[in-house]
């Protein structure tokens, strides 16, 4: 890749390409049993990769971090924190 | 090179008619500079300003040291300030006053007066309490100096106060008239 | 073109003006305010059509500036000493995405203590944010640097932000004639800015996007040769003035320097005043010269030499002090010469700090004193002028 004038990226987007799933140790799992959807969780997702579905909360595991926030957050304690081993 | 400073007290005017004179000046095909003390203005508190004017362009960039021409727009000033302070040995001093010149003691200097604020009162320049006699100072400097005339110092006048220009330019040339060469 | 009396400030903003920029984001400042105020006025006369920006703070006033320079716009402002301070990572960001944004400068020192008066260390110590720097010594060269600023930034092989400082009050507040040229004639000077690549809703482009460690010395790489690209720039612009406008302008001036034993290099306002000394020390038989130099960014190191090579002694005047080394001028001139075999002796002069007139006889004194160093050795390479040591 040769730089540009003035860092210019003209692809805008690009950061959709880096997937940051690989950054996790823990992963958020839903207990749709309990979910009241309230939609919390996806107010609060700081990468915004958790959306509204019919059946509840989707995340979206290529790019969440793990950091848990949606865990921590839940009122009703719908979403525990598991190990990921890969 | 002539140099001209000029005393006043913040909110007199003593910026306006260093840059009129220089204006005028200017108008005459003369290479000018002026500019203000370079310090904090407050109304009341004494002030100066600086006019240089030449035939060939200014280089030099220093305050005025040794002026040819002093000016002051208040009387009261003498005293409280050195207003001769660095004065060339043939300098002149031009004081509003309604004393004569020879109420004043600046050894062998040459000291002309005029009673300019009677003359802006008359015309309707500022106040009673707050005079504004710039305008009738430099038709006495064109009068007793004479390195700029009449119709410069109009001019510039014209071109430069925003507000009363004719009530101005009067009162210039009435000082001019009764001023003593 | 008319002739009228001004003030520095309103001959840097009538150059603004002169130059149509689009949009004026600014926050007031002593001894720069009036250029706001004049500029603020232009526009609600209606004499101009650009769109003034009043932000909180001069960090925001170059970020709004930094904004819509990448909208392809012509943008300029102003400031001085804390201000400019304060907008220092964001004049970082204005040269790393390359955006050629003027900016208007009242030579002011910085606090503490405070003090509203001239000196150049706030525009001295952004001389690394790579930004290009001018330097006037009047009023009429305020007016031109600005137009000559936006012509040589804008320039593609340049791409570059610059600054043009004016002297705190001794030009700022002082009038001066100036010969005010006709916008027909800096229109077809300065054509509209196009860059090929600005922000746009209709096709998103990022501006400064991450430079990892495997681009950024590159992206820096490429920044730096465009500023030493600018030095060719500099020279066209110069030029295509003169022959347009009729006024001479050099990266740095030489005055008398052809068979001078010493010479005095100045920025800004005292150049002036060194010439008139140089006048007065000629006339007492001594062989003076000095040197005014316009352009500190990029460094005119190949002009300097060329012009100062032959002297025994080089005076460099800082108003300005790097504490714990000297004047930055004194350092940049020194590299300059280090490789050299045989190069004159450099001397720095550290005076008109915080304000303190610059007089004639200052001069007199760097002469003696530097005549002295040839004469019996260097016992202080960094000298103090008009030092009162019986307050210290």
């Not at chain 2, 002539?2 to 004179?21: D, I, N, P, S, W």
């Not at chain 2, 300003?49 to 000033?77: G, M, N």
């Amino acid at each position: 890749m040769k730089i540009t004038i003035g860092a210019i990226n003209d692809k805008p987007g690009s950061s959709k390409n880096y997937k940051t799933g690989s950054w996790r140790t823990l992963k958020p799992v839903i207990n749709l049993e309990k979910c009241k959807k309230c939609w919390l969780c996806k107010q609060l997702c700081p990468e915004g990769c958790i959306t509204k579905k019919e059946e509840g909360p989707q995340i979206n595991y290529d790019y969440c971090k793990g950091c848990g926030i949606c865990a921590h957050e839940c009122t009703f304690d719908a979403i525990i924190m598991e190990l990921e081993e890969r | 090179m002539y140099e001209v400073r000029f005393h006043g007290r913040g909110g007199q005017g003593a910026v306006t008619a260093a840059r009129l004179l220089a204006d005028a000046a200017f108008r005459e095909g003369k290479e000018v500079q002026s500019f203000p003390i370079f310090g904090v203005e407050r109304r009341g508190a004494p002030v100066a300003a600086f006019t240089r004017i030449d035939d060939k362009p200014i280089d030099i960039k220093t305050q005025i040291y040794e002026p040819d021409v002093v000016i002051a727009l208040d009387s009261t000033l003498i005293g409280v300030i050195d207003v001769a302070d660095g004065l060339k040995d043939n300098g002149k001093i031009v004081i509003n006053s309604k004393k004569k010149p020879a109420d004043f003691k600046f050894g062998d200097t040459r000291v002309y007066t005029l009673d300019a604020t009677e003359i802006a009162t008359k015309h309707g320049l500022g106040t009673k309490t707050n005079p504004i006699i710039n305008t009738a100072i430099l038709g006495a400097y064109a009068k007793v100096i004479g390195n700029i005339g009449m119709a410069a110092i109009e001019q510039s006048i014209e071109n430069n106060v925003p507000i009363k220009k004719e009530e101005n330019k009067n009162a210039a040339r009435e000082a001019y008239q009764v001023m003593e060469a | 073109m008319t002739k009228m009396t001004i003030m520095g400030n309103m001959a840097t903003a009538l150059g603004a003006k002169l130059c149509r920029p689009h949009v004026i984001p600014a926050y007031p400042i002593t001894p720069s305010t009036l250029f706001p105020e004049k500029i603020s006025e232009f526009i609600a006369n209606g004499e101009m059509d650009g769109e003034m920006i009043r932000v909180e703070s001069e960090h925001s006033a170059m970020s709004a500036a930094i904004g819509a320079s990448a909208t392809g716009a012509r943008v300029c402002t102003a400031s001085a000493s804390q201000g400019i301070a304060l907008m220092h990572e964001m004049l970082f960001i204005a040269s790393g995405m390359r955006l050629p944004i003027v900016m208007a400068v009242g030579n002011r020192a910085l606090s503490a203590p405070i003090n509203i008066w001239c000196d150049h260390q706030d525009t001295i110590s952004e001389r690394d944010v790579g930004w290009l720097q001018f330097y006037a010594e009047k009023n009429q060269e305020g007016l031109d640097l600005m137009i000559l600023a936006f012509k040589i930034c804008e320039d593609k092989r340049v791409l570059l932000p610059g600054m043009v400082g004016i002297d705190a009050f001794v030009l700022t507040h002082t009038v001066e004639g100036v010969d005010v040229p006709d916008q027909k004639l800096v229109d077809d000077f300065l054509p509209p800015y196009k860059p090929e690549k600005y922000l746009d809703a209709r096709t998103p482009i990022t501006f400064g996007s991450f430079g990892t460690p495997e681009f950024y010395q590159e992206f820096k790489y490429a920044q730096v040769k465009a500023m030493e690209e600018s030095e060719k720039v500099i020279d066209e612009a110069f030029r295509e003035y003169k022959k347009v406008f009729g006024r001479t302008y050099q990266k740095i001036t030489p005055y008398r320097c052809e068979d001078a034993d010493m010479v005095i290099l100045t920025l800004g306002s005292m150049s002036g005043t060194a010439r008139a000394a140089v006048d007065i020390l000629r006339e007492e038989g001594k062989k003076a010269g000095c040197i005014k130099m316009t352009v500190y960014r990029p460094f005119p190191g190949k002009e300097l030499i060329d012009v100062s090579k032959n002297a025994k002694v080089i005076a460099v005047l800082d108003r300005d002090i790097t504490p714990g080394l000297g004047g930055a001028l004194y350092a940049d001139v020194a590299a300059q010469f280090v490789n050299r075999t045989a190069h004159p002796v450099i001397l720095n002069y550290i005076l008109g700090l915080g304000g303190r007139d610059i007089v004639i006889n200052d001069f007199k004194e760097i002469y003696d004193k530097s005549h002295q160093a040839l004469e019996k050795g260097i016992q202080n390479p960094v000298e103090w002028i008009n030092l009162n040591k019986e307050i210290l």
